[in-house]
């Protein structure tokens, strides 16, 4: 008798996962009704270089400089209109494609996302410590957007990857090789730019002209209270998770990731 309470409970858990997916996409569905088949995703998981990417991208199709007030501001709907047909770059860190367009998915190696999300969270007031924050992590439960693994694979098996419509980028080659690594999204993009534009672009969005920019911004541009302590734009590391995360860890995140790992080649 126990076990079949068991498996009726295990069903009925099952049941409101697939009730609240099925929600989940639902009201994904309805806040991206304004995207046209023009438009472009720039997909991420928190924490994996976002916020330079678009500051990159906005200075390269608008020919304008980029800062915190005017990025923030054209967001979603309200994206310039900078691609072919009339399209814009729209950022997501949802796991759904809403479609079959083009999608550049910005991708970091998952233990450079762990520290940089831990130091955000401590930065904010938590008081977990980090091996607490690990195990959230691996089990997806330390942002509304799951675990970085599944976000790897569905993106990765998603329509416009099986089309031939994603173009994967890695934040440590947009660090290691910043000028080659724009030209590449912006050629996937359809506009094309010249090397010496180019070359501005990434010089005027360094990592430390980012933080000046930061440095400068409304208080209101961000969502949460900005204060000297906690900075939106970090260091842009590739190996300081080395510092923060033992070897038992890193073993850890490997055998629960393998498969999502692989397919960055990471």
């Not at 030209?183 to 360094?206: K, S, Y």
């Amino acid at each position: 008798m126990q076990a079949v309470r068991d498996a009726y409970m295990s069903n009925q858990r099952i049941r409101r996962l697939l009730q609240w997916a099925g929600h989940q996409r639902l009201v994904l569905r309805v806040r991206t009704r304004y995207l046209t088949p023009n438009d472009a995703l720039l997909a991420t998981y928190p924490r994996s270089g976002s916020t330079w990417m678009r500051f990159l991208l906005y200075e390269s199709l608008t020919g304008q400089s980029a800062n915190f007030d005017v990025v923030n501001t054209h967001t979603g709907r309200n994206a310039r209109r900078v691609l072919p047909g009339g399209g814009r770059v729209v950022g997501t860190h949802d796991p759904y494609s809403h479609g079959d367009r083009k999608v550049v998915y910005l991708a970091r190696d998952p233990r450079s996302v762990v520290v940089s999300e831990y130091k955000l969270a401590r930065r904010q007031g938590s008081d977990q410590s980090f091996d607490e924050f690990f195990l959230a992590f691996l089990e997806g439960s330390t942002n509304p957007f799951g675990s970085w693994a599944d976000h790897v694979q569905y993106w990765m098996t998603s329509v416009p990857a099986r089309r031939g419509h994603l173009l994967v980028v890695k934040f440590e080659e947009l660090r290691s090789e910043p000028k080659e690594t724009l030209a590449r999204v912006t050629n996937f993009l359809g506009v094309p730019l010249d090397p010496p534009t180019i070359e501005a672009v990434v010089r005027n969005n360094a990592v430390e002209r980012m933080r000046a920019k930061e440095d400068v911004a409304p208080k209101d541009t961000f969502k949460r209270a900005r204060s000297h302590e906690i900075r939106f734009v970090n260091e842009g590391a590739t190996q300081g998770w080395q510092q923060q995360i033992s070897a038992a860890q890193a073993d850890l995140l490997r055998e629960r990731m393998q498969p999502s790992l692989d397919l960055l080649g990471y």
